[in-house]
């Protein structure tokens, strides 16, 4: 396995014109280098974003850094993902014509004090995990995404290192019952985005989307805004030990666009910010939980059974 140093280095040479990406979360961090070099690379880069001032903002320094027709490919529209209406408008009008060929579900928060969205979710699970599901399932539901698409989510260290992450099916629900942690919501919302990976492969495998590939990647720590998200102790000390013990933005993209682009990666597996295959444990991949985190989503989002005959 090849996995170069950097995001850019990853895409280079891989000539994109004809194809279509969306990121969530490209305004910032890791999607937003996701964005930069596949845009770079010719690229059309469909960008949901919860603030249009923020895409604008790094829209122009594209512009300043690179040539403005890199710039015009990136194409934001406003879509919070905590917000399920929100994502409905988004998905409503998207052009049917160019289907999507990869698609990064990216977007995440990690240390927002509990509270409930307008819609009654818990917001971090809703920003995290609910709007991503919809997104997957609308997108495939309504033929938006190309048959031979690549999916790549990006999830954490929370999912195979951290004991105390797990799948709380009791949280896809309006007015949820309050975690024994609220710190946990973010760590358990990847564990069920891992599951949503197992499961959408599953439910497409007898599908005209069967050949479509979903890998997970853990990143690894790198010095983000996520970082900044936390306590006030947390944003101090990652600002005093941040530059030695978390990699740069453009080296923690790297595997994100490896898995998306190579033709090495494995549909399925998650991969490390090194690009070697990781073992998802039970919690992230029993059938059964599986099947039940999906049927909560679908009841909690009103939605009929995804059924792509
Ligand atoms: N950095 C790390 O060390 C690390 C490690 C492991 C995993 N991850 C994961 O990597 C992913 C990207 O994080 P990052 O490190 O790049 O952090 P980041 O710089 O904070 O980027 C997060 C992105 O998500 C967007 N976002 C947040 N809530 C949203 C919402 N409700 N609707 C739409 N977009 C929303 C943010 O938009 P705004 O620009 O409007 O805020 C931003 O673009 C996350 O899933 C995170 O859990 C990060």
Not at 9 to 37: F, I, K, P
Not at 51 to 71: N, Q, T, Y
Not at 135 to 147: D, R, T
Request: proline share 6%.
């Amino acid at each position: 396995m090849c996995m170069h140093q950097t995001a850019l280095t990853d895409a280079e040479g891989s000539g994109l014109s004809q194809t279509t990406v969306l990121v969530t979360g490209a305004t910032s961090g890791l999607g937003r280098e996701c964005a930069r070099v596949l845009a770079l690379r010719g690229a059309r880069v469909l960008m949901p974003c919860r603030s249009l001032d923020e895409a604008k903002r790094v829209l122009g320094e594209f512009r300043i850094a690179h040539a403005s027709a890199m710039a015009e490919r990136c194409q934001p529209h406003p879509c919070d993902l905590s917000s399920i209406a929100s994502v409905h408008a988004y998905l409503d009008g998207l052009s049917r014509d160019a289907p999507i060929d990869m698609l990064f579900l990216n977007a995440g928060v990690f240390a927002v004090p509990r509270q409930l969205t307008d819609e009654g979710f818990e917001y971090t699970l809703a920003a995290n995990y609910l709007g991503h599901f919809l997104l997957l399932y609308k997108l495939a539901m309504l033929g938006i995404l190309s048959e031979n698409a690549r999916i790549v989510v990006t999830l954490s260290e929370s999912v195979h290192k951290n004991p105390f992450s797990r799948a709380d099916i009791a949280m896809i629900a309006k007015d949820p019952p309050k975690p024994a942690a609220q710190m946990f919501s973010s760590p358990n919302s990847k564990v069920l985005l891992a599951l949503m990976m197992g499961e959408f492969l599953r439910r497409i495998s007898n599908s005209n989307l069967h050949s479509i590939r979903f890998n997970a990647v853990d990143p690894g720590p790198t010095l983000t805004d996520n970082v900044n998200q936390g306590s006030r102790i947390q944003r101090m000390l990652g600002q005093l030990v941040g530059p030695i013990l978390f990699k740069k933005v453009d080296q923690g993209a790297a595997p994100l666009v490896w898995a998306a682009s190579s033709s090495e990666a494995k549909s399925g597996v998650l991969y490390t910010a090194i690009g070697k295959e990781a073992r998802l444990p039970k919690k992230c991949t029993d059938p059964e939980t599986a099947a039940r985190a999906w049927l909560a989503s679908e009841a909690a989002l009103d939605l009929p059974v995804f059924d792509l005959a």
